[in-house]
């Protein structure tokens, strides 16, 4: 048999929840997005208060690797659609908002994306323990795609002191 040459693209995600059955809508999320790409590890589940605005509803983060022969923004379109299929509302005010669903792309390969859509490595990555801490358990010490850092050095320098805790699902 002839052995394929194909070259998976590999990202981080992170998916969101602060609506509903949480750890559900992200594992539902989950399931949908293997029709079309490869998860190949999770992150545990964490929670932590809603960050950038106010809330009464805390958030389910988790964060994934994963492989796809899709472009950045043809994930990101897909993506789109399947937050939107699970039951997120589009944004009509200016800045955040409790949502059922949220995907974002941390990194995609060790690439550097500046387009009106995406920005690729995610531009908060660094300020937010919510991302870093589901991001030490997938890189451990590796430096972390795109960004030449580990996940320890951004929690050391990261300025947000708000907890963020690990849940148990």
């Known amino acids: 048999m002839k052995k394929s040459n194909t070259n998976y693209n590999k990202a981080c995600l992170l998916l969101g929840s602060n609506l509903g059955n949480k750890t559900q809508n992200i594992i539902k999320a989950e399931n949908e997005m293997s029709l079309f790409l490869k998860i190949i590890k999770y992150s545990s589940f964490f929670e932590s208060k809603p960050w950038g605005y106010e ?3 805390s958030f389910i983060n988790r964060a994934l690797l994963v492989e796809s022969l899709d472009s950045p923004l043809d994930l990101l379109d897909k993506f789109q659609y ?8 589009e944004n009509t ?8 669903i949220d995907i974002d792309i941390l990194t995609f390969n060790e690439e550097c994306i500046l ?8 531009p908060r990555i660094a300020e937010r323990k ?5 991001l030490l358990e997938l890189y451990n010490e590796l430096k972390i795609p795109g960004i030449n ?10 300025k947000d ?9």
């Open 55 to 57: 809330s009464k509803n």
């Open 82 to 89: 399947l937050e939107k299929k699970i039951g997120r509302v």
């Open 93 to 100: 005010k200016k800045g955040y908002q409790d949502r059922l």
């Open 115 to 122: 387009h009106p859509r995406l920005i690729i490595p995610h």
């Open 130 to 134: 919510f991302t870093i801490l589901p």
């Open 149 to 158: 850092l580990s996940a320890n050095q951004l929690l050391k320098n990261c």
């Open 161 to 169: 002191k708000s907890e963020v805790k690990k849940i148990n699902v």
